[in-house]
């Protein structure tokens, strides 16, 4: 017997038929005499549906209140769940997030999990429940509701693995597994039949959105054996998240190209070339909570420098607001901003030991007449700042360059 956490998108929750149908998959596994944890995502489209609704009343929500609001979606599924459950005769319980305890910080939107109490589940469980677990969402020290920012469903899945020492943490998807690229956006994309944490934590991070990085995070630090598979697919044995690269097969240099559209570009103009201006300047925007990405620093000229960094689209305004405040407290000369830019990256364990993937790279784009505005790398990735107009082209061609269509 084993114990498994299984995680449903919106997608495959997305009407009371496919709700119905994973009632049925989870009642399979439980015939098989598995004990099942599952946690859903809200209906495809609710939670878009729900901000739209918010914003409809005050332009710029209150995050408490947001999160209040958000968590609903969740909420609604794990009740459906467990009645189709019922339904079909498997004992089933519903928990929110606060009923579990999944216990957060108080950052609203964005909250990290903090710890999980897993004795209530542990008793329904061995009582012969299936456990139905609202995603995206936990409460803080306060009882306050706080949601896992986008995607939070597959961190609530792993974490909900990890403190109930799962076997298995399965993440079922629209798609059947890890690809080389996002299939929607190159259809002659490979499924990966394993890749790396350290690949898919890249591959998170720089916009591949089938996983949320957290949940990456939290698989990796506390050795969750993580998976993903397709909801719609009775068959397969979906991509296994490893730790130890495939040392049977030829590594391949570049395991897959990753993309963010969501991101934007702002740049303070004649800043005044003294110790220090790298921290008046992110240190403002760090403590507004936003989160910031590629920097640079060009060579200084005339005693002033130009500072850029890129950040996520949806904090572009409240950024260009506080650069404002801070040019005027530091002599710049201009803040200047791009919000239609997107970023293209290469990952690749195989890097470490190939030089000449850079070249290769901005090769391609040059070839296609693709201009390059930011370019960052580590050991393991090149990621490239781009005209979002380029987006899909850049992406088929990395794909086809380092041959990840063969
Ligand atoms: P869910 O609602 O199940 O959480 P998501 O929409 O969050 O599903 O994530 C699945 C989607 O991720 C896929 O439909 C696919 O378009 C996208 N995606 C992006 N990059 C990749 C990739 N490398 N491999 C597979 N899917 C990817
Ligand atoms: N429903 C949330 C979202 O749309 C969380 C999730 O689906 O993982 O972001
Ligand atoms: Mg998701």
Known sequence: MALIVQKYGGTSV???????????RVAKFQAQGHQV???????????????????????NPDPRELDAIMSTGEQVTTGLLSMALMDIGCKA?????????????????????????????RRDLDAGNVIVVAGFQGVDEHGNITT????????????????LKADECQIYTDVDGVYTTDPRVVPEAKKLDT???????????????VLQIRSVEFAGKYKVKLRVLSSFQEEGEGTLITVEEDKKMEQPIISGIAFNRDEAKL?????????????????????????VDMIIQNVGHDDTTDFSFTVNRGDFAKAQAILEDVKTKMGAREVTGDSKICKVSAVGVGMRSHPGVASKMFKALADEGINIKMISTSEIKISVVLDEKYLELAVR????????DQ
Not at 14 to 24: H, L, M, Q, S, W
Not at 43 to 55: H, P, R
Not at 195 to 209: N, R, V
Not at 397 to 404: A, C, D, M, N, P
């Open 93 to 121: 319980k519903s928990y929110t997030g606060g009923q579990v305890k999944v216990l957060t910080d108080s950052t609203h939107t964005k909250a990290r999990i903090l710890s999980i109490d897993e004795a209530n589940m």
């Open 37 to 59: 944890v599952v946690v859903v995502s809200a209906m495809s489209g609710e939670t878009n549906k729900l901000i739209a609704l918010a914003k409809e009343v005050q332009a």
């Open 148 to 163: 896992l920012g986008r995607g939070g469903s597959d961190t609530s899945g792993v974490a909900l693995a990890a403190a």
């Open 397 to 404: 061609v990395l794909h086809r360059t380092f041959e990840l």
């Open 14 to 24: 997305g009407n009371p038929e496919r709700i119905k149908n994973v009632a049925k």
């Open 267 to 291: 740049t303070v103009l004649g800043v005044p070339d003294t110790p220090g201006i790298a921290y008046q300047i992110l240190g403002a925007i760090a403590d507004a909570n936003i989160d």
């Open 195 to 209: 890749i790396t944490f350290e690949e898919m934590l890249e591959m998170a991070s720089l916009g591949s959105k």
